[in-house]
């Protein structure tokens, strides 16, 4: 079993990474190569060590409850990421055990103009948590309504 005080001392002292960023995410490490620059808005990648449960959850989308999509990208974020700390919760985690999110996305104008409204459903939902993640542009969704489509992988360490 794993010391995760000692893993987080060792975690901060890395080149790149600040103290509070490690504490945040004290069961695992992100990996960040101190000649790289730091991405904005996720991680290239972390390593998760120690025993734990793994969350693999399907693709999220903006529809609601109701089945209602709202009209814009940025709305229906904010609708996915809700739906995903939902069932994360389901399953006892929070947006502290993601791992790894990948994102559907269907109109690349849409994203790049939604910035700001997706940023602020960001830190509604998922704070300051920033995962590695992969977005792809695709030519659509099954349900025509959907703009986006996030799917989840989370860790949550056995304490």
């Given at each position: 079993?794993c010391?995760?005080?000692?893993?987080v001392?060792?975690f901060?002292?890395?080149?790149g990474?600040?103290?509070?960023?490690?504490?945040?995410?004290?069961?695992?490490?992100?990996l960040?190569?101190?000649?790289?620059?730091?991405?904005?808005?996720?991680?290239?990648?972390v390593a998760?060590?120690?025993?734990g449960?793994?969350?693999?959850?399907?693709?999220?989308?903006?529809?609601?409850?109701?089945?209602?999509?709202?009209?814009?990208?940025?709305g229906?974020?904010?609708v996915?990421?809700r739906?995903?700390?939902?069932?994360?919760?389901?399953?006892?985690?929070?947006?502290?055990?993601?791992?790894?999110?990948?994102?559907?996305?269907t109109?690349?104008?849409?994203?790049?103009?939604?910035?700001?409204?997706?940023g602020?459903?960001?830190?509604?939902?998922?704070g300051?948590?920033?995962?590695?993640?992969?977005?792809?542009?695709?030519?659509g969704?099954?349900?025509?309504?959907?703009?986006?489509?996030?799917?989840?992988?989370?860790?949550?360490?056995?304490?």
């Amino acid at each position: 079993m794993c010391n995760r005080t000692s893993e987080v001392r060792s975690f901060q002292s890395r080149p790149g990474m600040t103290p509070q960023e490690n504490l945040e995410n004290q069961f695992m490490l992100i990996l960040q190569p101190a000649e790289w620059s730091k991405p904005r808005g996720f991680s290239h990648g972390v390593a998760v060590d120690g025993p734990g449960r793994w969350i693999v959850l399907a693709g999220q989308t903006g529809g609601d409850e109701e089945g209602k999509y709202q009209p814009d990208l940025a709305g229906q974020v904010g609708v996915a990421l809700r739906r995903i700390i939902k069932l994360l919760g389901e399953a006892g985690a929070g947006p502290e055990h993601i791992v790894r999110l990948t994102w559907y996305l269907t109109s690349r104008s849409e994203y790049e103009a939604a910035g700001a409204g997706i940023g602020a459903a960001w830190r509604e939902t998922l704070g300051r948590n920033f995962p590695p993640s992969t977005l792809l542009y695709i030519e659509g969704l099954v349900d025509v309504r959907a703009k986006v489509e996030i799917e989840v992988t989370a860790f949550v360490p056995t304490t």
